[in-house]
């Protein structure tokens, strides 16, 4: 798995055979280029690179990136070239024409961006980056807890536990789990939660639905996500069940991690 990680982030360029002004594939018979010989030996020792993104770059999805590509001539000096072109194998319609060009336009996923350029040799150069993630900049998988109160009669008691959501690659849709164990009496209360909420630009609202084993009450929640991946919300309600109990609680929690399952 390791290994696959590697090769999957891991720029790549080559070296193309002179392409057909036809067909843009394999070798063919030109008229003289007009280059020099200096300028011939320049071309044919060029290399090209990719300076942004680099491999396992986050973009934020919908947002302005920067993709900028540098050839180089045979002795490492920057090449004023802007003869490029970009392509993804995510979506074989996206196209990009520029050394430096600003695009908001790729898909949701994981990349390998390949910058091609055609040199006035003939020669043509491919350099590739791969695991560049596109998704919102809200989405991941987030870790914290859950802290609640209820008051019951005269009787006042609070709990904590683990909490885990997930937003989804779009940025908008959350889900999670969390729960804690409520003594009231000597009655334990196991209060398990399902999250059926949706982010708005970092607001976040909708219902935390109180599972007990045989009861499910929909509480409304909110609060806020932030881009940098701070989740907090809150809720209060008043239920019955077999008596009268006011819960108050909040989940805060912090992505650990942008990959999504």
Known sequence: MLL????????EFKVLAPADDNTGVGPTETDDSGLTEEEEALWAGATLKIDSPES???????????????????TGNAMDFDAITWATDRDASWALTGASVTDSSLV????ALTATALLPNGDRLAYTVGGVLVQSAYAGIYAGTLTMD???DTYAVGCAGAANVLIDAAGTAVAGDAGCLLSLQGFDLDA???????????D????????????????DAAGSVTEDGEFSIAFEAS????????????????????DLP
């Open 4 to 11: 696959t990680l590697l090769f999957a982030c891991t720029p």
């Open 239 to 258: 239920l019955d069940i077999g008596a009268p109990v006011t819960l108050t609680g909040e989940l805060n929690a912090v992505r650990i991690s942008r």
């Open 56 to 74: 396992g770059a986050f973009l934020p999805l919908g947002e302005d990136a920067d993709f900028q590509a540098t050839v180089y001539d045979a």
């Open 204 to 219: 976040v609202a909708g219902a935390m639905n109180l599972d007990l084993q045989f009861f499910e009450y929909p509480l």
């Open 108 to 111: 949701v996923g994981r990349h």
């Open 150 to 152: 209820a008051a019951y």
């Open 192 to 202: 398990q939660f399902n999250l059926d909420m949706e982010n708005a630009d970092g």
